[in-house]
């Protein structure tokens, strides 16, 4: 059957995309059922690391050595591959989605901290999951999994004592007599409510609330057991008063009162809870969702602003309403919004192989092509994230996406020829199918014509075999690595 | 997100259309550009450099009060003499090449170099230095209104940014700045032999040389295409480029070779960004702010020696500045917050070397005029505006009044 065009839109938006056999099964279903599906994830089990290592699937590649294990734990380049694999083959893609969003809004870089550290605990810190960390804690991007689409509000605390955010922003190192602005900085300026919302007192004052909230090593420097937890220091906590320029109390109260260290840990909920119920912050979220869900072509007007910051509000900062009423605002399915997104790397990449095929494909193969396309997974550039839309398409890394489609369609030329058999009667019949399965924004009459070109050039077509297995793939990489596929 | 950017490709596509031709014809535009040309090398420093490290007041009485472990020994700071005040400075200690340069008259350090009500904040920093507008942080920056000043068609190679971003300071209405950070990584592949991949090669560059109208967003991403396949074949001859001296084997280092070779196969290229990373210093500065000065150090001796050999040292100036400088008074951290003021940098033969403006005072008293915010950050003396339309005027040759929105003209004779 054919996959159904509004279904395909919202799985690239919602996803990383669909393979064939995705894209017809959520196309029977239906877009609203497919939306039920993606936004209430939890009824689907999340089996997906188990598929790492069988056949069929694409391939991870222990950074140690073919004689190593797999180690995502441990070793960050394992990190990024198994983070690639979730995208490529989620059965809950919304949730590896919202992952990427939270990582891109508390964008924290594996860097420093294993400039701090050591690689091996940084990559714990970073992506480690429950089951693989001594102490059962998680690594930040599981805590993304986790908090995909619960409590915002809730999501800002676990952030606030997230032990690689501790070490990214430095407030392991917030103590009583010399408080750290960092943290307190970032957390209004990108995390909740934006520049001009608040006065540079109020990092000061921000500063203070956070004292004390600090890191503790449990084991000795040199365990490999060891790690580092969230640590509530009360000696280093500054318990005097903190005023801010914004009401911190659903009674206007702008002073966060003195208390005893040992409840001083209050002081931070208190702004945390302010902080998200600020309605600057719900605007804010609204904003950044329309630009990463709906388009980056056009920007919301006010009323859709305003009422998606009012599901935020009504629910209490519960995001999970807030990412369905906007994958259900019509805006979301309004033709202008289809192909109005520029792909992030992770992205394209992922999609490129749903798309045309990742059997035996090695993953770390992707990893440098990412990084000249200008997104390291666990490597933003700096807390502001990577800067999006437009600006992903400098000349080298639009090179590098071009060359990313032809490393793939090279891997996957086999299974390419095996599907265009059948299928290449006429170069327009080749061209119709590759476009069918790959989904790209619509061609203009003069892309087509150059694509068909192309598959006449230097030969007299006659869809043989050994004609397919050289134009096939050299199709499959002009359509990927075009601007049009650029497009989601 | 910056909705400007977007804006800018409504406003950018004609001019795309209008401004792109074939490669062939742009090399010859860039060679009889280049006949008479000056270089510009505009060097970052990410994160806000704390520039009283790099250019210490070591006989500021309050300098070791306020950085009791910060403070660089005064048996330890490479000193260069006293600025026009009488404030005795000296550079860090890994900066031995560049009071090399110093010494040879080719360094210029401009003292306090900012704007009013200076921003703390890393990205509204970067936004102002980019548009040289405080007011505005949005909109094309100060090299892309120059770019921009430049009679269409403009070499899509006039400019290189040799980092992953195009930096804003850099975004023009008209021109898409390629950012090539490894030459010898930007080729066209393809899945099949020689044949097919001219033919992949051709049909790409047909599909890429449309540029819908009613699609400004497809239009955009087809226009880096474009200037990708205008300048794959030149910068393949820079990826070939064997500089006669060592370059650190860092990114910083590699970038500035780019540069060198970019300039010695005189491929046209005209203005460069290079960018390094690191100086948002709150914790454990010492030892990290040492290993920033190294890298510093390092690259810019390699590139100055590099292009005394090539004999382009006089038609090169390398201007370097950062976001904000950091707090006076060292954390509990070993760091340093962000501040205000910071120095700027010029480097190249024709640049008329010494310390310019004057150190601030480090007395914490709030009355003392060269500092601000309760004597906490350092206030600024020089415009940076100014040292921008200097650079403009006198080296690009361009009006800095049109292209900076007002007269900046100073008397800071650095050039």
Same mark, same amino acid.
């Given at each position: 059957?054919?996959?159904?065009?509004?279904?395909?839109?919202?799985?690239?938006?919602?996803?990383?995309?669909?393979?064939? @056999? #995705?894209?017809? @099964?959520?196309?029977?279903?239906?877009? @609203?059922?497919?939306?039920?599906?993606?936004?209430?994830?939890?009824?689907?089990?999340?089996?997906?690391?188990?598929?790492?290592?069988?056949?069929?699937?694409?391939?991870?590649?222990?950074?140690?050595?073919?004689?190593?294990?797999?180690?995502?734990?441990?070793?960050?380049?394992?990190?990024?591959?198994?983070?690639?694999?979730?995208?490529?083959?989620?059965?809950?893609?919304?949730?590896?989605?919202?992952?990427?969003?939270?990582?891109?809004?508390?964008?924290?870089?594996?860097?420093?901290?294993?400039?701090?550290?050591?690689?091996?605990?940084?990559?714990?810190?970073?992506?480690?999951?429950?089951?693989?960390?001594?102490?059962?804690?998680?690594?930040?991007?599981?805590?993304?999994?986790?908090?995909?689409?619960?409590?915002?509000?809730?999501?800002?605390?676990?952030?606030?004592?997230?032990?690689?955010?501790?070490?990214?922003?430095?407030?392991?190192?917030?103590?009583?007599?010399?408080?750290?602005?960092?943290?307190?900085? +970032?957390?209004?300026?990108?995390?909740?409510?934006?520049?001009?919302?608040?006065?540079?007192?109020?990092?000061?004052?921000?500063?203070?609330?956070?004292?004390?909230?600090?890191?503790?090593?449990?084991? #000795?420097?040199?365990?490999?057991?060891?790690?580092?937890?969230?640590?509530?220091?009360?000696?280093?906590?500054?318990?005097?008063?903190?005023?801010?320029?914004?009401?911190?109390?659903?009674?206007?109260?702008?002073?966060?009162?003195?208390?005893?260290?040992?409840?001083?840990?209050?002081?931070?909920?208190?702004?945390?809870?302010?902080?998200?119920?600020?309605?600057?912050?719900?605007?804010?979220?609204?904003?950044?969702?329309?630009?990463?869900?709906?388009?980056?072509?056009?920007?919301?007007?006010?009323?859709?602003?305003?009422?998606?910051?009012?599901?935020?509000?009504?629910?209490?900062?519960?995001?999970?309403?807030?990412?369905?009423?906007?994958? @259900?605002?019509?805006?979301?399915?309004?033709?202008?919004?289809?192909?109005?997104?520029?792909?992030?790397?992770?992205?394209?990449?992922?999609?490129?192989?749903?798309?045309?095929?990742?059997?035996?494909?090695?993953?770390?193969?992707?990893?440098?092509?990412?990084?000249?396309?200008?997104?390291?997974?666990? +490597?933003?550039?700096?807390?502001?994230?990577?800067?999006?839309?437009?600006?992903?398409?400098?000349?080298?890394?639009?090179?590098?996406?071009?060359?990313?489609?032809?490393?793939?369609?090279?891997?996957?030329?086999?299974?390419?020829?095996?599907?265009?058999?059948?299928?290449?009667?006429?170069?327009?019949?080749?061209?119709?199918?590759?476009?069918?399965?790959?989904?790209?924004?619509?061609?203009?009459?003069?892309?087509?014509?150059?694509?068909?070109?192309?598959?006449?050039?230097?030969?007299?077509?006659?869809?043989?075999?050994?004609?397919?297995?050289?134009?096939?793939?050299?199709?499959?990489?002009?359509?990927?690595?075009?601007?049009?596929?650029?497009?989601? | 997100?910056?909705?400007?950017?977007?804006?800018?490709?409504?406003?950018?596509? &004609?001019?795309?259309?209008?401004?792109?031709?074939?490669?062939?014809?742009?090399?010859?535009?860039?060679?009889?550009?280049?006949?008479?040309?000056?270089?510009?090398?505009?060097?970052?420093?990410?994160?806000?450099?704390?520039?009283?490290?790099?250019?210490?007041?070591?006989?500021?009485?309050? %300098?070791?009060?306020?950085?009791?472990?910060?403070?660089?020994?005064?048996?330890?700071?490479?000193?260069?003499?006293?600025?026009?005040?009488?404030?005795?400075?000296?550079?860090?200690?890994? /900066?031995?090449?560049?009071?090399?340069? %110093?010494?040879?008259?080719?360094?210029?350090?401009?003292?306090?170099?900012?704007?009013?009500?200076?921003?703390?904040?890393?990205?509204?920093?970067?936004?102002?230095?980019?548009?040289?507008?405080?007011?505005?942080?949005?909109?094309?920056?100060?090299?892309?209104?120059?770019?921009?000043?430049?009679?269409?068609?403009?070499?899509?190679?006039?400019?290189?940014?040799?980092?992953?971003?195009?930096?804003?300071?850099?975004?023009?209405?008209?021109?898409?700045?390629?950012?090539?950070?490894?030459?010898?990584?930007?080729?066209?592949? &393809?899945?099949?032999?020689?044949?097919?991949?001219?033919?992949?090669?051709?049909?790409?560059?047909?599909?890429?040389?449309?540029?819908?109208?009613?699609?400004?967003?497809?239009?955009?991403?087809?226009?880096?295409?474009?200037?990708?396949?205008?300048?794959?074949?030149?910068?393949?001859?820079?990826?070939? %480029?064997?500089? &006669?001296?060592?370059?650190?084997?860092?990114?910083?280092?590699?970038?500035?070779?780019?540069?060198?070779?970019?300039?010695?196969?005189?491929?046209?290229?005209?203005?460069?960004?290079?960018?390094?990373?690191? %100086?948002?210093?709150?914790?454990?500065?010492?030892?990290?702010?040492?290993?920033?000065?190294?890298?510093?150090?390092?690259?810019?001796?390699?590139?100055?020696?590099?292009?005394?050999?090539?004999?382009?040292?006089?038609?090169? /100036?390398?201007?370097?500045?950062?976001?904000?400088?950091?707090?006076?008074?060292?954390?509990?951290?070993?760091?340093?917050?962000?501040?205000?003021?910071?120095?700027?940098?010029?480097?190249?033969?024709?640049?008329?070397?010494?310390?310019?403006?004057?150190?601030?005072?480090?007395?914490?008293?709030?009355?003392?005029?060269?500092?601000?915010?309760?004597?906490?950050?350092?206030?600024?003396?020089?415009?940076?505006?100014?040292?921008?339309?200097?650079?403009?005027?006198?080296?690009?040759?361009?009006?800095?009044?049109?292209?900076?929105?007002?007269?900046?003209?100073?008397?800071?004779?650095?050039?």
């Amino acid at each position: 059957m054919a996959a159904d065009l509004r279904v395909q839109h919202l799985l690239r938006r919602a996803g990383f995309g669909a393979t064939r @056999a #995705e894209a017809e @099964a959520f196309s029977q279903r239906g877009f @609203a059922a497919t939306l039920d599906a993606l936004v209430d994830f939890h009824r689907t089990p999340d089996d997906v690391d188990a598929l790492i290592g069988q056949p069929g699937y694409a391939v991870v590649t222990p950074s140690a050595g073919m004689s190593e294990p797999f180690s995502p734990s441990k070793s960050i380049n394992d990190a990024r591959q198994r983070w690639l694999f979730r995208m490529v083959h989620a059965r809950r893609p919304l949730q590896e989605k919202m992952a990427l969003f939270w990582h891109q809004h508390f964008a924290t870089a594996y860097s420093k901290i294993a400039n701090a550290v050591g690689g091996m605990a940084a990559t714990q810190m970073m992506a480690a999951k429950r089951s693989e960390h001594p102490a059962g804690l998680w690594g930040q991007i599981e805590l993304f999994r986790d908090y995909a689409l619960p409590n915002f509000r809730d999501l800002l605390f676990e952030v606030a004592r997230d032990p690689a955010m501790l070490f990214w922003l430095d407030g392991r190192l917030n103590t009583r007599a010399r408080p750290q602005e960092n943290f307190a900085r +970032e957390v209004m300026e990108l995390f909740t409510i934006g520049v001009g919302q608040f006065v540079e007192s109020d990092v000061y004052a921000g500063a203070r609330v956070f004292t004390g909230w600090n890191l503790q090593r449990i084991g #000795e420097a040199r365990d490999p057991m060891g790690f580092y937890q969230f640590f509530y220091n009360a000696a280093q906590h500054d318990t005097s008063e903190k005023t801010v320029s914004f009401p911190i109390y659903p009674d206007g109260s702008k002073t966060i009162p003195a208390r005893a260290a040992s409840g001083g840990m209050q002081d931070g909920l208190d702004l945390i809870a302010a902080l998200a119920r600020h309605p600057e912050t719900g605007r804010r979220l609204a904003r950044k969702l329309w630009s990463f869900f709906v388009s980056e072509v056009h920007a919301p007007d006010e009323a859709w602003v305003n009422r998606i910051a009012s599901v935020y509000t009504l629910a209490d900062c519960h995001m999970s309403p807030v990412v369905r009423a906007v994958l @259900a605002s019509p805006e979301f399915d309004a033709p202008d919004a289809y192909f109005a997104r520029f792909s992030w790397p992770v992205e394209f990449a992922a999609r490129a192989l749903k798309e045309v095929g990742y059997t035996g494909f090695a993953l770390n193969r992707a990893l440098g092509p990412l990084s000249n396309m200008g997104q390291q997974l666990f +490597e933003p550039p700096d807390v502001a994230g990577w800067e999006r839309g437009t600006a992903w398409f400098t000349t080298a890394a639009m090179l590098a996406r071009m060359n990313f489609a032809s490393m793939v369609t090279s891997q996957q030329r086999n299974d390419i020829a095996a599907l265009a058999t059948g299928n290449g009667a006429t170069p327009e019949a080749l061209l119709s199918f590759c476009l069918d399965r790959l989904s790209p924004a619509p061609f203009e009459q003069p892309a087509y014509s150059s694509l068909l070109d192309y598959l006449r050039g230097g030969i007299t077509w006659n869809g043989s075999a050994s004609q397919l297995r050289v134009k096939a793939p050299g199709l499959i990489h002009l359509v990927v690595g075009s601007s049009e596929y650029q497009l989601v | 997100m910056k909705f400007t950017r977007r804006e800018f490709v409504r406003g950018g596509v &004609s001019a795309f259309s209008i401004g792109f031709a074939a490669p062939k014809f742009l090399c010859d535009i860039a060679l009889a550009q280049g006949a008479a040309s000056r270089n510009l090398v505009v060097l970052y420093l990410g994160g806000g450099n704390d520039s009283l490290s790099m250019l210490v007041p070591y006989n500021d009485p309050f %300098y070791r009060s306020r950085r009791p472990t910060l403070a660089v020994p005064a048996g330890q700071v490479l000193q260069i003499g006293a600025d026009s005040a009488g404030t005795e400075l000296g550079l860090h200690p890994r /900066l031995t090449g560049l009071r090399t340069i %110093y010494n040879e008259g080719r360094l210029a350090l401009i003292q306090r170099t900012g704007y009013e009500n200076s921003s703390r904040s890393h990205f509204e920093g970067t936004d102002i230095w980019s548009t040289a507008n405080p007011l505005i942080t949005q909109g094309p920056g100060w090299l892309g209104r120059y770019l921009d000043t430049i009679p269409a068609p403009v070499d899509p190679l006039h400019a290189w940014n040799t980092g992953a971003e195009v930096p804003h300071s850099l975004l023009s209405r008209l021109v898409a700045v390629p950012s090539i950070s490894n030459p010898a990584g930007y080729a066209f592949q &393809s899945p099949n032999g020689p044949v097919d991949a001219a033919l992949e090669r051709e049909a790409a560059i047909r599909m890429s040389s449309h540029l819908p109208m009613h699609r400004p967003h497809l239009a955009f991403v087809n226009a880096s295409a474009q200037s990708a396949f205008a300048t794959l074949d030149r910068v393949a001859t820079v990826g070939a %480029y064997v500089p &006669s001296v060592t370059y650190p084997a860092n990114g910083f280092g590699q970038a500035l070779r780019a540069v060198a070779g970019a300039l010695a196969t005189q491929i046209g290229t005209r203005i460069f960004w290079v960018q390094t990373g690191g %100086y948002d210093t709150h914790a454990s500065q010492s030892g990290s702010y040492a290993n920033l000065m190294t890298t510093l150090n390092d690259g810019l001796l390699a590139f100055y020696q590099d292009l005394n050999q090539l004999g382009l040292i006089n038609d090169t /100036l390398v201007l370097q500045f950062s976001e904000f400088g950091r707090r006076i008074s060292e954390n509990g951290s070993g760091g340093t917050d962000h501040g205000a003021a910071s120095v700027m940098m010029a480097i190249g033969g024709q640049v008329r070397g010494g310390i310019y403006g004057t150190a601030p005072s480090l007395s914490p008293d709030p009355a003392n005029p060269t500092l601000e915010n309760s004597a906490n950050d350092v206030r600024y003396e020089t415009d940076f505006r100014s040292i921008y339309a200097r650079v403009i005027d006198g080296w690009l040759g361009a009006d800095s009044t049109a292209i900076l929105g007002g007269d900046f003209r100073s008397g800071l004779a650095f050039l």
